[in-house]
């Protein structure tokens, strides 16, 4: 069987873009879900703060899903239960489910919006023993808001990240006592409006340069050893600190979901851990194109989606005029900078870059630079690793050839 376009992925990302993308004209797609029901992620975030930027709303994250589900017109093909194998660089979708079985489509376009997961303890090799009461703060999320399962009644999170945070609150919310939040570097990885929302409010303590350096317990969790860390993340004798807790929680990090990426030879950017893309999120196979988390971690869905709606139109473009954008600038992170996304661009259009900060910054500028001359500033009050930046970089400074770097230059904090 084969589509116009077949979206992999069915949450937020793949969502909006099956819907952009059959507004813009195609009329045959198909969403593959793996999960058993759309939404992704979001149906497990019964927290608000959704839609503040898009929907100019403060929702949850299962209304988030809802209102980009009822989008979805009733002759796009939807796939639950179903697990995408492999994509070849023919676009060819090989896929396994209960209701369709082992089956391979025939794709003119594909968008890949599998999202993220979840670093482990196996990822930053902790000390101890290997007792039950270890998640990781998403696994801990879905057990308590979608599976009605308390993880535990006294517990430490190891890193700051956005869910991390909001695990804090949602098991003081459940009665269990969060003893400390443990972040190695020396500012958190989350949102602002996190951090005092569901730390300073409940109390709850932030260890900022210390790690988890030991865990003991036998057949559960039993206590944890922390200690401050140097300036090369490494913990210095003399400062451990015991805690006696039944659950750890982990939140060290994000991966996006890239071996379908991979194994099709799509070239993947070593900073992201995503596809390298165009402005018009195309990867490196044409009529292949990638957005949200599988491209880099947002912090906000507000950003996933309008990065989706941009795919979706783009791989219309493909399908229906044979239109690509070209990678004739490419884009490269300077000073203060982790990384920029899209890597690429064609100079043809404006352009909205997303880039992260590699450390807090007070007031700031963000120095864009071609052929060593600079070409546009951008003056910031204050940015952080946690809180994703953007800058439009207007067709018209775009004429000259030659690489484009963006940096940041200001008081560090």
């Given at each position: 069987?084969?589509?116009?376009?077949?979206v992999?992925?069915?949450g937020?990302?793949?969502?909006?873009?099956?819907?952009?993308?059959?507004?813009?004209?195609l009329?045959k797609?198909?969403?593959?879900?793996?999960?058993?029901?759309?939404g992704?992620?979001?149906?497990?975030?019964?927290h608000?703060?959704?839609?503040?930027?898009?929907?100019?709303?403060?929702?949850?994250?299962?209304?988030?899903?809802?209102?980009?589900?009822?989008?979805?017109p009733?002759?796009?093909d939807?796939?639950?239960?179903t697990m995408?194998?492999?994509?070849t660089?023919?676009?060819?979708?090989h896929?396994?489910?209960?209701?369709?079985?082992?089956?391979?489509?025939?794709?003119?376009?594909?968008?890949?919006?599998?999202g993220?997961?979840e670093?482990?303890?196996?990822?930053?090799?902790?000390?101890g023993?290997?007792?039950a009461?270890?998640?990781?703060?998403?696994?801990?999320?879905?057990?308590?808001?979608?599976?009605?399962?308390?993880?535990?009644?006294?517990?430490?999170?190891?890193g700051?990240?956005?869910?991390?945070?909001?695990?804090?609150?949602?098991?003081?919310?459940e009665?269990?006592?969060?003893?400390?939040c443990?972040?190695i570097?020396?500012?958190?990885g989350?949102?602002?409006?996190?951090?005092?929302?569901?730390?300073?409010?409940?109390?709850?303590?932030?260890?900022?340069s210390?790690?988890?350096?030991?865990?003991?317990?036998k057949?559960?969790?039993?206590q944890?050893?922390?200690?401050?860390?140097d300036?090369?993340?490494?913990?210095?004798?003399?400062?451990?600190?015991?805690?006696?807790?039944?659950?750890?929680?982990?939140s060290?990090?994000?991966?996006p979901?890239?071996?379908?990426?991979?194994?099709?030879?799509?070239?993947?950017?070593?900073?992201?851990?995503?596809?390298?893309?165009?402005?018009?999120?195309?990867?490196?196979?044409?009529?292949?194109f990638?957005?949200?988390?599988?491209l880099?971690?947002?912090?906000?869905?507000?950003?996933?989606?309008?990065?989706?709606?941009?795919?979706?139109k783009?791989?219309?473009?493909?399908?229906?005029?044979?239109?690509?954008n070209?990678?004739a600038?490419?884009?490269?992170?300077?000073?203060?900078?982790?990384?920029?996304?899209?890597q690429?661009?064609?100079?043809?259009?404006?352009?909205?870059?997303?880039?992260?900060?590699?450390?807090?910054?007070?007031?700031?500028?963000i120095?864009?630079?071609q052929?060593?001359?600079?070409?546009?500033?951008?003056?910031?009050?204050?940015?952080?690793?946690?809180?994703?930046?953007?800058?439009?970089?207007?067709?018209?400074?775009?004429?000259?050839?030659?690489?484009i770097?963006?940096?940041?230059?200001?008081?560090?904090?």
């Amino acid at each position: 069987m084969s589509y116009d376009l077949i979206v992999i992925g069915g949450g937020p990302a793949g969502l909006a873009a099956a819907a952009s993308a059959y507004s813009s004209g195609l009329k045959k797609v198909l969403i593959i879900e793996r999960d058993r029901e759309l939404g992704g992620i979001l149906n497990q975030c019964i927290h608000n703060g959704f839609g503040l930027h898009y929907f100019k709303e403060d929702l949850t994250g299962p209304e988030y899903a809802e209102r980009f589900i009822d989008r979805l017109p009733s002759d796009i093909d939807v796939l639950l239960d179903t697990m995408v194998l492999e994509i070849t660089p023919q676009r060819e979708v090989h896929a396994v489910g209960k209701t369709c079985g082992y089956v391979i489509f025939q794709a003119k376009s594909i968008i890949l919006a599998m999202g993220c997961r979840e670093r482990t303890r196996g990822a930053i090799s902790i000390v101890g023993s290997r007792p039950a009461g270890i998640f990781t703060a998403g696994a801990a999320q879905r057990y308590v808001n979608s599976e009605g399962y308390l993880v535990g009644k006294r517990i430490v999170i190891l890193g700051s990240g956005d869910i991390g945070l909001i695990m804090a609150r949602r098991m003081t919310l459940e009665g269990a006592k969060v003893l400390a939040c443990v972040e190695i570097m020396p500012y958190s990885g989350g949102l602002t409006r996190n951090i005092v929302q569901c730390l300073h409010d409940y109390d709850i303590p932030l260890y900022l340069s210390h790690t988890i350096c030991e865990i003991r317990g036998k057949t559960r969790v039993e206590q944890v050893v922390i200690a401050k860390v140097d300036e090369n993340r490494q913990p210095i004798p003399g400062t451990e600190m015991e805690i006696d807790c039944d659950t750890i929680l982990l939140s060290v990090g994000l991966i996006p979901e890239n071996e379908l990426a991979r194994t099709a030879g799509i070239s993947i950017d070593s900073r992201t851990g995503g596809a390298f893309v165009g402005e018009n999120m195309e990867t490196s196979i044409p009529g292949v194109f990638a957005c949200g988390n599988i491209l880099h971690v947002h912090d906000l869905v507000d950003f996933v989606t309008e990065e989706a709606e941009k795919a979706g139109k783009a791989a219309a473009e493909f399908v229906l005029c044979n239109r690509q954008n070209g990678h004739a600038i490419t884009l490269a992170n300077g000073e203060g900078v982790s990384y920029t996304v899209p890597q690429s661009i064609s100079g043809m259009t404006d352009t909205r870059v997303y880039f992260r900060v590699n450390r807090i910054f007070g007031k700031s500028t963000i120095v864009v630079t071609q052929n060593d001359a600079q070409i546009a500033n951008f003056k910031r009050g204050h940015m952080a690793p946690g809180e994703m930046e953007s800058i439009l970089l207007p067709k018209k400074l775009l004429e000259d050839s030659g690489d484009i770097t963006i940096s940041c230059k200001g008081v560090e904090v």
